[in-house]
């Protein structure tokens, strides 16, 4: 077997990606993973709790991230990104770029880049709730353990103080783009999601009134490692929050918008409602929803948050969030479908269930694969590129895992001929 049918690409180093790479390394392939973040672990990072067992993610992760650096069959890029792939299965040419870090392996985190600069950038971890300065390391548990320089400051003085603030020579300012080529016998598409852009939806107030955020922005809000260390307070001003309206379909199950159902969002709402509820024991939580998708082992998990008579769920279709200028908080106004009513309640704050927008929606890679009308990859024939994980539909952690498991094995049986 030649040199190149027994490796294999996997573009994407969130959770599907990761375990893609230390599956297909530990059945014996040589990997190469890319991501373009200058991170691995994706948006799971992101994540305060898994439902329905409400552990945090950091130990998964942890894990994950043993395996790989522990694994001698395993390359990775960060800052990475794929700019092609030719060639045919068993026998394809890959070209990746990698883009400068400005910082070495001389790195120890120390942190003294950092305290030498001045410039701020937006927190991507944490949705732009808060700051990170210009050398940054990206998250507490992020691999490779190592800061960034971001490229607003190279060619500045600011970037040279970088520099001589480190006593290991680790910030490299002289750094520039690499680009490598590799032979592969198999590639694993694994880009995973976006939340949908809610702004969009008019009417819900995303981005105009005040005190109303997404649910992917919520779960850094209560995460301990997040912007206001996992107290859960009201943007505009800081009040914490005793009242919250979970609105499920933020532009979902919408012909305008999102026409399909993303699946999890009742779940993670649910999750987060129990997030209110134990921060501050006299909140309440108000969960608006079109129907409650709980299947299979999640029933129970419904059942025990719905057994909460501070979390009150109502079948409702949100109409209007508008501020409320009483309270400081927002009005959420609907129809109650099951009363035959009107829904008018004022909040702390309203968090709207965004749907995964998978990342092969706005750019579609030059692939032998097909793509339904929203973008998910539907097929990828009999080629040796293997989709996985939320490319292929929207898909909570656990099934990611079992989606990327497979397809670690579909692509590298296809290395072999298969």
């Not at 990170?132 to 490229?151: R, S």
């Not at 290991?168 to 783009?177: E, F, I, K, N, S």
């Not at 999750?271 to 608006?288: G, H, L, M, W």
Request: some cysteine; glycine content about 10%.
């Amino acid at each position: 077997m030649a040199e190149e049918e027994r490796k294999v690409l996997v573009v994407g180093g969130g959770i599907s990606g990761m375990t893609a790479a230390v599956e297909a390394a530990e059945a014996g392939a040589e990997v190469i993973l890319v991501e373009r973040n200058p991170y691995l672990g994706g948006r799971v990072v992101s994540l305060n709790q898994y439902f329905p067992k409400l552990c945090p993610p950091m130990c998964g992760l942890e894990i994950n991230f043993r395996r790989i650096k522990q694994n001698p069959r395993i390359t990775c890029h960060t800052l990475a990104e794929v700019e092609s792939v030719s060639g045919a299965p068993g026998n394809y040419q890959v070209k990746v770029t990698i883009h400068p870090r400005y910082v070495n392996d001389n790195c120890t985190a120390c942190g003294k880049c950092a305290e030498a600069c001045e410039t701020s950038i937006p927190n991507q971890v944490n949705y732009g709730m808060d700051t990170v300065k210009a050398a940054y390391l990206p998250h507490p548990m992020a691999y490779p353990f190592k800061f960034v320089l971001d490229p607003e400051i190279i060619g500045t003085d600011e970037a040279q103080k970088c520099a001589d603030a480190c006593a290991y020579g680790a910030v490299d300012l002289g750094m520039g783009p690499e680009s490598l080529t590799y032979n592969v016998g198999a590639v694993v598409w694994a880009t995973g999601w976006s939340p949908y852009t809610v702004e969009k939806v008019d009417y819900l107030g995303m981005g105009t009134v005040p005190n109303v955020i997404t649910s992917v922005m919520f779960e850094r809000l209560a995460a301990f490692n997040g912007p206001t260390a996992g107290k859960i307070l009201r943007p505009s001003d800081g009040k914490e929050v005793k009242s919250v309206a979970f609105v499920q379909c933020a532009g979902s199950r919408d012909e305008n918008h999102l026409a399909y159902c993303s699946g999890i969002c009742c779940l993670a709402s649910l999750k987060q409602a129990t997030y209110v509820r134990e921060r501050c024991p006299d909140s309440t939580a108000y969960i608006y929803y079109i129907d409650v998708r709980a299947m299979g082992k999640y029933e129970d998990f419904y059942t025990k948050v719905d057994q909460d008579d501070n979390v009150i769920l109502t079948k409702s279709k949100i109409a209007r969030i508008s501020p409320d200028p009483e309270s400081g908080g927002v009005v959420v106004e609907g129809e109650d479908i099951a009363a035959g009513g009107k829904v008018r309640q004022v909040v702390d704050l309203a968090v709207l269930a965004v749907g995964m927008v998978p990342g092969t929606a706005a750019t579609k890679p030059d692939l032998e694969m097909t793509y339904d009308d929203f973008g998910f990859v539907t097929s990828s024939g009999a080629s040796g590129i293997v989709p996985a994980g939320c490319v292929k539909a929207p898909m909570e952690v656990a099934a990611s895992v079992q989606d990327a498991t497979a397809a670690a094995l579909k692509a590298v049986h296809r290395t072999m001929g298969r």
